[in-house]
């Protein structure tokens, strides 16, 4: 028995495999428990992910990096990607929630922002974040930009503007409804309305490098059957 035993086991290690996958920061919570929940099955597997900016990955896999699956917080890099021959068609997987939040002032709407008491205001970085481009499209169709355009503070990608707020480093700031703890009754924090930005939509793709990995395949249709932990961790259904 325990040579049959030994048998699977080895066989399970023969056909172990690893993937890299790039994605965005404000799945950091989410991809983590989807990837828990993948090797609960899959436990011969290794799956390396590092959260950077879309924008930023984009540009790793544009320049050949070894990456086999991309999972984007929006669907512009992963279609340029398809665009220039180096991914597979883009595949939707949640839609992205955009919040102003904060650990010391009181929130009531966009118009808080511009309470005098407010001197730093953390900001994904447009050209790199859709969050932050999201959170910028929000406040120039209120008008409201020009007038705290001033006090903005910008972040690399929506982990560091979130870790800003988070260390009163920014007193308010823009971020994933996904990156903070909803019950803690120690923050205020709104939705940004949707109507003030384009919908985040938010797309994987694989890489030319990983399209034939099986394992990147089988973890790519994983994460788009995860619908309930999506929910859970505040993200929408497309």
């Not at 940004?192 to 034939?212: D, M, N, R, S």
């Amino acid at each position: 028995m325990i040579k049959i035993l030994f048998f699977f086991l080895s066989i399970n290690f023969i056909f172990a495999d690893t993937i890299q996958v790039l994605a965005a920061a404000n799945l950091s919570k989410v991809l983590e428990k989807i990837k828990e929940d993948f090797l609960l099955t899959n436990p011969q597997h290794k799956i390396h992910i590092s959260y950077i900016s879309s924008g930023k990955a984009y540009a790793q896999i544009k320049n050949q990096a070894p990456v086999d699956l991309f999972v984007s917080a929006d669907t512009f890099y992963p279609q340029k990607l398809f665009e220039e021959k180096l991914a597979t068609k883009p595949r939707i997987y949640a839609k992205g929630t955009l919040i102003l939040w904060s650990k010391n002032i009181k929130i009531k709407n966009l118009e808080t922002l511009l309470d005098s008491k407010i001197k730093n205001i953390a900001l994904p970085n447009p050209d790199l974040a859709p969050y932050g481009r999201a959170a910028k499209q929000a406040l120039e169709n209120t008008q409201l930009y020009p007038k705290i355009a001033h006090k903005i503070s910008q972040a690399s990608s929506i982990s560091q503007a979130h870790q800003w707020i988070d260390s009163n480093n920014c007193e308010i700031g823009f971020d994933a409804l996904s990156l903070i703890d909803i019950k803690d009754n120690n923050i205020s924090f709104i939705k940004v309305p949707t109507t003030l930005y384009e919908p985040i939509l938010q797309a994987l793709t694989l890489t030319k490098f990983g399209e034939q990995n099986l394992l990147a395949q089988k973890f790519a249709n994983f994460i788009l059957d995860s619908k309930i932990i999506f929910e859970q961790h505040g993200y929408l259904l497309p």
